[in-house]
C-alpha cells in the first residue's frame, strides 16, 4: 500500500529544500530533487508513489500544483472525507486519471 500523502509531502520538500545526499550539511549536500522520475524517489514513504507515477503514467512536478488545487478543491467545498477533509481513494484515482488521461490503477498500477 502506498501512503500517497507521505509520498506528495517528501517528494514537495526534496524539490524544495532538497534530500540529504549524506555527506555533509552544506547547501551542496541537499541537492533538489526536480524530475518525478529521479531514482531518488523510488523509495518507500520517500516519494515512491509520486516516482511510480512518473514512470508508469507520465506524471511530472509540473503536475503537482494541479493535483494539489484539486485536493484543496475537495477540501474548500466539504467534499473530503471526515474532519480533516481527505480525499477518498476514488476521487484521488479520478484526479490523477484526469492529470495523467490513464486509469491511475489499471493502466498506472497504483493502490491507494
Given amino acids: 500500500?502506498?501512503?500517497?500523502q507521505e509520498d506528495l509531502v517528501k517528494t514537495l520538500s526534496f524539490y524544495i529544500t532538497g534530500k540529504w545526499n549524506g555527506n555533509g550539511y552544506q547547501p551542496e549536500d541537499f541537492p533538489l530533487i526536480t524530475d518525478a522520475c529521479?531514482?531518488?524517489l523510488n523509495e518507500k514513504n520517500g516519494g515512491l508513489f509520486i516516482y511510480n507515477l512518473c514512470t508508469i503514467c507520465g506524471f511530472k512536478m509540473d503536475d503537482i500544483p494541479v493535483l494539489l488545487n484539486a485536493l484543496d478543491y475537495l477540501y474548500k467545498n466539504g467534499l473530503?472525507?471526515?474532519?480533516?477533509?481527505?480525499?477518498?481513494?476514488l476521487?484521488?484515482?479520478?484526479?490523477?486519471?484526469?492529470?495523467?488521461?490513464?486509469?491511475?490503477i489499471k493502466d498506472c498500477v497504483l493502490s491507494y
Fill in 1 to 4: 500500500m502506498f501512503y500517497w
Fill in 38 to 40: 529521479s531514482s531518488e
Fill in 80 to 89: 473530503g472525507n471526515g474532519e480533516w477533509g481527505i480525499p477518498t481513494k
Fill in 91 to 104: 476521487q484521488l484515482k479520478l484526479i490523477l486519471d484526469e492529470i495523467t488521461g490513464k486509469d491511475s
